[in-house]
């Protein structure tokens, strides 16, 4: 697969996730639902950590919410640097298809959250009780580094009480799927997944060119 088609994958993917984020902040107020089905829900929620809405200071307590924000943020530019560089890196070495898609998912995804990490401070006001807008003239919700990752897609596909016997959690009350995510996150784990799934196709092809330029050299 050449680069141009893995940027323009990215790019079809940074539009898509951008757009969508973009009309669900401005559109709705936070925790507003757009869908209510039973298994799919549109919902607008912001994320001020990682996966699952977790942060830095749970882990770290001595330092503050504002302060392990701003490294996670930092944390991420220099994931999207890496991944970038494993990118070109693999697309120079003529690996799989398998592979550079799934690294242009993953980058495309990363790269989709940073830019509300980073911007969307400083580019909406807040949607709290109201909807926000975009460049409002007080200024934004936040400084810059500290935007909010904006989440729209549940998928609630089961909901109800768990049997009494499983240890620690049984009888309380539990949905799965229960995360709130976006477009981006999509992208990363399906690139992920990927990886894990096709693992032997993904890194299979790259090792087959090496065995045959070591029998070619000792032919030589």
Not at 65 to 73: E, G, S, W
Not at 117 to 135: E, I, P, R
Not at 144 to 168: A, N, Q, R, S, T
Request: glycine share 8%.
């Amino acid at each position: 697969m050449s680069l141009k088609k893995a940027v323009l994958l990215i790019v079809i993917i940074l539009l898509i996730d951008q757009i969508s984020k973009i009309y669900i902040k401005t559109h709705l107020v936070l925790n507003e639902r757009a869908l209510d089905y039973n298994w799919f829900q549109i919902v607008f929620v912001e994320n001020e950590g990682m996966a699952w809405g977790t942060k830095v200071s749970d882990f770290i307590s001595f330092i503050s919410d504002r302060t392990a924000k701003l490294f996670l943020t930092i944390f991420r530019i220099i994931a999207v640097i890496g991944i970038s560089y494993w990118l070109v890196t693999s697309i120079k070495k003529k690996g799989s298809k398998i592979l550079i898609v799934a690294i242009a998912l993953i980058f495309a995804g990363a790269l989709g959250n940073i830019i509300d990490s980073v911007f969307y401070g400083v580019l909406f006001n807040d949607s709290y009780s109201q909807v926000a807008t975009f460049l409002p003239a007080e200024g934004g919700y936040d400084t810059i580094f500290h935007g909010k990752v904006v989440d729209m897609l549940h998928f609630p596909m089961w909901k109800g009480f768990l049997p009494e016997w499983i240890p620690f959690i049984g009888g309380d009350y539990f949905t799965f799927f229960e995360s709130v995510f976006n477009v981006a996150d999509m992208a990363i784990s399906t690139g992920i997944g990927m990886l894990i799934v096709f693992n032997k196709r993904a890194f299979g092809e790259k090792k087959e060119l090496e065995e045959n330029e070591n029998q070619s050299g000792d032919c030589n």
